[in-house]
Every structure is written in C-alpha cells, then in structure tokens.
C-alpha cells in the first residue's frame, strides 16, 4: 500500500478533524482505532495509508486532493462558516430564531 508521509498533510488532518467538530477519540472510535494513533498521524510521525486518507476525508466531509494540498476545501466554504453552522445545529429551535434574528439586525445594520 502506499503512504503519504507529509507534515502538511498532517498538520490538514488536524485542522479538518477540529473543524468538522470532532475529538480525536471519536475520530479512532469510528476508524476502529486507538486514539494515541489519530495523534501520531496528526504530528506526522505515523504514515497515512492511501485508504486512510480516503476514509478521513469522507469522515471529514474534504476531499482527498484537499487534504494533499491540491485543491481549495470541498465546496470552498469556508472551514468558520463550516464550524457556526455545527454550533447552530446544537441549539434549540427558539434559540436558533432569536439567533436568525439577531444576525438579520446586523445584516440590515450594515446594509444602511
């Protein structure tokens, strides 16, 4: 099999794993792995299979190319916009209206 050994491509895995949300114990419970190996592959000191970078990026929501530093982010939103939209998906609906809310006063705001 061949690996892709590459402090970019790790350093890509960390900052995708954080802003899809996630823990690097959930990340290992879902590749059937030990977390103490989701934190070699995130400081480069353990390879990643070619497999392996297709199930992070599929976990992810990334593509692979992006994750190899070939393409902008899947869908080129950007990862903070990615990140609200996960926090707001955790909120009550009568919290996420007054949020809506407040974001469409600021909107206006700044429309004037």
Do not use: C
Request: charged letters at 30%.
């Amino acid at each position: 099999m061949a690996t892709i050994p590459d402090k970019d491509l790790s350093d890509r895995l960390r900052a995708s794993r954080e802003q899809a949300g996630l823990s690097q114990s959930q990340v290992a419970r879902m590749l059937d792995y030990l977390r103490p190996t989701i934190s070699e592959i995130e400081a480069g000191r353990r390879k990643v299979t070619a497999e392996e970078l297709g199930k992070f990026a599929d976990i992810y929501g990334v593509t692979t190319e992006w994750l190899l530093g070939r393409s902008a982010p899947k869908d080129s939103i950007p990862p903070s916009l990615l990140l609200a939209a996960r926090e707001l998906g955790k909120l009550q609906k009568s919290d996420l209206d007054k949020v809506i809310d407040f974001l469409k006063t600021v909107k206006s705001h700044n429309d004037k």
